[in-house]
Each structure stands twice: as C-alpha cells, then as structure tokens.
C-alpha cells in the first residue's frame, strides 16, 4: 500500500564511530540543577517534570564541525540551555534506576534553544510550552559516544562559552535527578524506546543569544559542541 505524500526522512544524529542514532523522541527535564532552578524562580528538589520536543527539532553537528542555527521567528529572546544528552539504546518501562545503566546507548553534548519570551507567556497563561521548547532546530546536539567507550558519566564539568565568553558551569554530579533516577521516573509514563534522547538538565547561567553568535558547549569525556546562530 503506497503513502498518500513521501515520507519524512528518519531523524538521525552522528556516532563517534561512523554511524547514525535514529531519533524516536526527545525528553527534556526541568529545573534539574539547583542553582538554575533558583535562577528561574524555584527552589527544593521538587518532583522531576518533562516536556518533549520532536524528533526532526534535532540539528546534528559532526564531530569537529560547527552547526548553523537559523534564528527562529516568534522571539526575541532566544536563549541557550546547555545539558548532558542520554541516548536510549534498549526499550522499556518501569525500569529501577539501579538498572537504568542497562538502558544507556551513549551520550551526548545538546543544547535546548528556547524562545524564552514565548515560554514566558504560556507560563503566565497556564498554556503549555512548545511554542517556546519545540521548533526546528532547537536540539543542537553532537556525536552520540558510546558507553562502553565512555563508561558512566555521573561527574564532570559541563560548560557553555558564547563567542570566547563563559556563560554556564556546572558539574554533572551536581544534577537534582540523577540519570538513572530520570529514566526511572520517565519509563513510569511513557514506554521508553530505543532511539529516545533524554536532555537531563542545564546548569545556572541561561541567557540570550543574537544572530552572528558562536555557542561552544563541553562536557568532560564528549568533546565540544560548536553552534553558529544565523
């Protein structure tokens, strides 16, 4: 039986080893360290939440190369959250966090590009996020690195610098729900399928970026993540 249009072509971000990472769906935590969390106007380790963005909203950058983020419409507050980026590789659901290692195909540099103005306004409205979360190209992310390459990633810094200028640091042990305690929580509500990404969280230091920026995002053990906004 045919299609009645063409298909879309499958969502897919690098490997360090030469191959792809179809992306299935993209969940993103909330206020996962405490410091940004205090900076958007909450405190406590309060119940983890999620929102998700599409899968083709992912702006894949080869390792070494530099990404070209179009500015978006509808804003003019674009601003960048920098985070640790879990690649799923096995499926399932209720899984215990003490397993959730299992799970874990690799991981990855991302950055959740978020209209900040629009998000803002849904907030004050009750109205949910995705005119501010969920647009093309708003899940830059680099090379998926394996786990059995990296091992577990539980510390390191996580950095962001914009042209030369360091805007985000934290550390990955500082995160308020751990990895493995999100994909348990995450696997109560939705089947979790290979080819999911987990965003799991920005450290303190958001702020705006305008066209002609260079964003370089790190984390320790994943190499630098490079985005151009045009």
């Keep these: 039986m045919s299609f009645v249009v063409t298909p879309p072509a499958v969502a897919a971000v690098p490997t360090s080893d030469g191959r792809r990472f179809p992306v299935h769906r993209i969940y993103c935590v909330g206020r996962n360290y405490a410091e940004h969390a205090q900076e958007m106007g909450h405190s406590g380790r309060e119940p983890p939440f999620f929102f998700l963005k599409p899968a083709d909203a992912v702006l894949p950058v080869a390792d070494g190369g530099t990404g070209e983020m179009a500015?978006?419409?509808?804003?003019?507050?674009?601003?960048?959250?920098?985070?640790?980026?879990?690649?799923?590789?096995?499926?399932?659901r209720d899984i215990a966090a003490a397993d959730a290692a299992a799970y874990i195909w690799g991981y990855a540099v991302g950055l959740d590009m978020t209209r900040r103005d629009r998000q803002s306004e849904m907030k004050t409205?009750?109205?949910p996020w995705e005119i501010g979360k969920a647009f093309e190209q708003s899940a830059p992310i680099g090379p998926v690195h394996p786990i059995g390459r990296t091992g577990r990633l539980t510390t390191g810094a996580i950095t962001l610098a914009v042209n030369g200028t360091l805007r985000q640091k934290g550390d990955l042990a500082d995160l308020i729900w751990s990895v493995d305690?999100?994909?348990?929580?995450?696997?109560r509500a939705w089947l979790l399928q290979p080819g999911d990404l987990i965003f799991t969280g920005?450290?303190?230091?958001v702020g705006a970026v305008q066209r002609g920026d260079r964003?370089?995002?790190?984390?320790?053990?994943?190499?630098t993540l490079r985005v151009t906004v045009r």
């Design 71 to 92: 500015y978006p419409s509808l804003t003019a507050d674009l601003h960048h959250e920098i985070e640790l980026v879990v690649a799923i590789g096995r499926g399932g």
């Design 125 to 127: 409205q009750g109205r």
């Design 181 to 187: 305690e999100t994909i348990e929580q995450l696997s």
């Design 202 to 205: 920005t450290p303190a230091g």
């Design 215 to 223: 964003m370089e995002g790190a984390i320790d053990g994943l190499g």
